[in-house]
């Protein structure tokens, strides 16, 4: 059976067309990504990033016919929007259908920025203000600043994807403040994987992104060292002696 080292359950917007490929780029062997499509989002309003919590509940009935080790509700803006407590129930929800540890992009979020220590951050969205508000209030609430905030401002999510890893890069470079301790870059459609290292480099400072960050709790949460060499500092830790966590035991077999 493929997945014989670990089974991903991938939750996804229906209009995501980056997250799933970037999983499935950078998995190693013996780990295996199964993806279920959670019905709406594209216009990424307040309404639809609500009605998305609802829809992920049959998006993981399906992934969970494959047991997974664990499970990826793969958007950001979908687990930040309504605050910590709403990001913690969607996880819990998720957790109790699939019988295995759900981690949310918000929640990988806020815990990789306080792995690191970081209190002071720059981010790049492609949000529109009302997203952008929120996505400052739930830092906030986890005790993070936002310094400095950019944003390629399009309502449309599908399009999100349309916009090229060096626009990514550019952005990051313009928005970048001395007293950030990190940059952040949000939403699992914008393809942020491949220039994640090149800004390391060039900024001198530790760069995620929300695909980034959810492959790390994922990681970590199945005690798989995935050798990810190529896609930042953060999971290049994942390889460090020590780094991981003693795995999750898997909710169906308790």
């Known amino acids: 059976?493929?997945?014989?080292?670990?089974?991903?359950?991938?939750?996804?917007?229906?209009?995501?067309?980056?997250?799933?490929?970037?999983?499935?780029?950078?998995?190693?062997?013996?780990?295996?990504?199964?993806?279920?499509?959670?019905?709406?989002?594209?216009?990424?309003?307040?309404?639809?990033?609500?009605?998305?919590?609802?829809?992920?509940?049959?998006?993981?009935?399906?992934?969970?016919?494959v047991e997974p080790d664990v499970v990826v509700y793969g958007c950001t803006s979908g687990s930040f929007f309504e605050g910590p407590a709403w990001n913690k129930k969607i996880s819990e929800q998720l957790t109790e259908i699939t019988k295995a540890p759900t981690v949310t992009t918000a929640g990988a979020m806020a815990a990789c920025l306080a792995a690191g220590g970081h209190q002071k951050v720059d981010v790049v969205t492609p949000y529109v203000d009302v997203t952008n508000e929120r996505l400052k209030h739930f830092l906030k609430a986890h005790g993070i600043e936002v310094v400095k905030l950019g944003t390629f401002d399009m309502l449309?999510?599908?399009?999100?994807?349309?916009?090229?890893?060096?626009?990514?890069y550019a952005k990051v470079k313009q928005?970048?403040?001395?007293?950030?301790?990190?940059?952040?870059?949000?939403?699992?459609?914008?393809?942020?994987?491949?220039?994640?290292?090149?800004?390391?480099?060039?900024?001198?400072?530790?760069?995620?992104?929300?695909?980034?960050?959810?492959?790390?709790?994922?990681?970590?949460?199945?005690?798989?060292?995935?050798?990810?060499l190529d896609c930042g500092s953060l999971l290049r830790k994942l390889s460090e002696p020590g780094a991981r966590k003693e795995a999750v035991k898997k909710l169906r077999s308790a």
Not at 156 to 168: C, G, L, N, S, T
Not at 176 to 203: G, N, Y
């Open 175 to 228: 928005i970048t403040t001395p007293d950030s301790e990190a940059v952040f870059i949000a939403c699992t459609q914008l393809r942020a994987l491949e220039v994640i290292d090149m800004l390391e480099r060039d900024l001198g400072k530790p760069v995620y992104s929300a695909v980034q960050a959810s492959a790390w709790q994922a990681y970590e949460a199945m005690n798989v060292d995935p050798k990810i």
């Open 156 to 168: 449309d999510m599908f399009d999100h994807a349309r916009i090229q890893p060096e626009e990514i």
């Open 1 to 65: 059976m493929y997945g014989w080292r670990g089974r991903i359950g991938l939750l996804v917007p229906s209009i995501n067309t980056t997250m799933e490929t970037e999983f499935w780029r950078i998995a190693p062997a013996g780990v295996s990504v199964h993806t279920a499509r959670i019905a709406g989002g594209r216009h990424g309003t307040p309404e639809e990033l609500r009605s998305m919590e609802h829809a992920s509940k049959q998006a993981a009935q399906e992934v969970a016919m």
